[in-house]
């Protein structure tokens, strides 16, 4: 039984791990989980994406202690802070709660 636990915590932990840097020309995608989920929920889809070549960023937010404004501003700073070039091409991959978040914020600072 401990050896089920031990390894299904390593997997957890491995999931985010990425063998290759992604270069630097790689296309971001941000990935925003659901009400009641984690980043986890999201990070075997994102080791994926690693794969194939994306830079990705798994926001995380508690989903269910603040207004969609306040994840709004949550995250544009995300965003801000890894893709600072506003000309660069934005993935979006979300489920529930988070296609919410991230319409809202489409609607808020979308420039095109």
């Known amino acids: 039984m401990r050896s089920v636990f031990f390894l299904t915590i390593v997997a957890i932990l491995m999931t985010g791990c990425s063998s ?8 971001t995608v941000v990935m925003v989980h659901g009400l009641g989920r984690t ?3 999201m ?6 994406l690693e794969r ?3 830079r990705v960023v798994n926001f995380g937010y508690p989903s269910r202690t603040e207004t969609v404004e306040g994840l709004v501003n949550r995250l544009r700073q995300a965003i ?3 893709c600072p070039e ?3 091409r934005i993935h979006f991959v979300t489920h529930s709660m988070g296609g919410i978040i991230v ?3 489409l609607a808020q600072y979308s420039t095109g």
């Open 20 to 27: 290759s840097p992604t270069p630097p020309e790689a296309e």
């Open 39 to 41: 980043p986890m929920s």
């Open 43 to 48: 990070a075997l889809l994102g080791e994926r």
């Open 52 to 54: 194939a070549g994306f």
């Open 80 to 82: 801000q802070e890894c």
């Open 86 to 88: 506003d000309k660069e």
């Open 103 to 105: 319409r809202a914020y």
